[in-house]
């Protein structure tokens, strides 16, 4: 069945610095939607990208979708303490009506 | 709007009892979906519905069972409960299948003993 991972599965960062999590689905995806959970929290939708090749950004996070729609990645620059939180990417296949997510990525920022 | 609604917050149960958790999405969205979070594995997908009448199984359904009587509600029974059911439990909402954002509730933790 389709599977979809995400690395790091933790990043510490200092205050300030740059922040990538990578998505690599087993199938090739329709989309590519990205989270974020706040801690006790609970998922908020951030974006979605549909297109082969697509890059979106929301002011200091940019994210993009693979040439073979399989993977993509989320990138923050120069992180602040309101980035902390799990990151999480989700995608359907085509055919399926199944959103599955990945595994998370769990960002904390030192100030 | 209140969005969707999960019943309850927290939850204890006992080795073998049933119950059911309740979602209710007031945005008359056609998809609904249930996902269980434990650590290191995120989100995963339990059974899902794609309009009233109408449910599918997702990545792991042993042990889960689902109806779809109405747009509103889409209740997840435990048959009979394990340790292993131990975990957060998010129901989601989407307008349509394609290209629509997911609505989560606000989440409800169960503790199997």
């Known amino acids: 069945g389709q599977q979809v991972m995400q690395i790091p599965q933790y990043q510490h960062v200092q205050e300030g610095e740059d922040f990538t999590t990578y998505c690599n689905s087993s199938t090739t995806l329709s989309n590519i939607q990205w989270y974020k959970q706040r801690p006790g929290g609970h998922p908020v939708f951030l974006i979605q990208l549909v297109k082969s090749g697509e890059v979106k950004k929301q002011k200091r996070l940019t994210f993009q979708f693979g040439e073979a729609k399989k993977n993509s990645s989320l990138h923050i620059t120069a992180t602040q303490t309101t980035d902390v939180g799990t990151y999480f990417c989700?995608?359907?296949?085509?055919?399926?009506?199944?959103?599955?997510f990945g595994t998370g990525t769990r960002l904390k920022v030192l100030a | 709007n209140a969005g969707v609604t999960q019943t309850p917050k927290f939850q204890v149960l006992k080795t073998g009892q049933s119950m059911t958790l309740q979602c209710a999405q007031d945005m008359n969205h056609e998809y609904m979906s249930w996902y269980r979070q434990d650590p290191g594995m995120g989100l995963r997908l339990i059974h899902y519905?794609?309009?009233?009448?109408?449910?599918d199984q997702g990545e792991v359904p042993n042990g889960y069972n689902v109806s779809r009587s109405t747009t509103e509600d889409f209740p997840l029974r435990l048959l009979s409960a394990a340790p292993s059911q131990t975990s957060v439990y998010f129901c989601?909402?989407?307008?349509?299948?394609?290209?629509?954002?997911?609505?989560f509730g606000q989440g409800t933790r169960l503790t199997v003993v």
């Open positions: 989700a995608g359907i296949t085509s055919g399926t009506y199944k959103y599955i």
């Open positions: 989601a909402s989407r307008t349509g299948i394609k290209n629509t954002e997911a609505f």
């Open positions: 519905s794609v309009g009233a009448g109408i449910t």
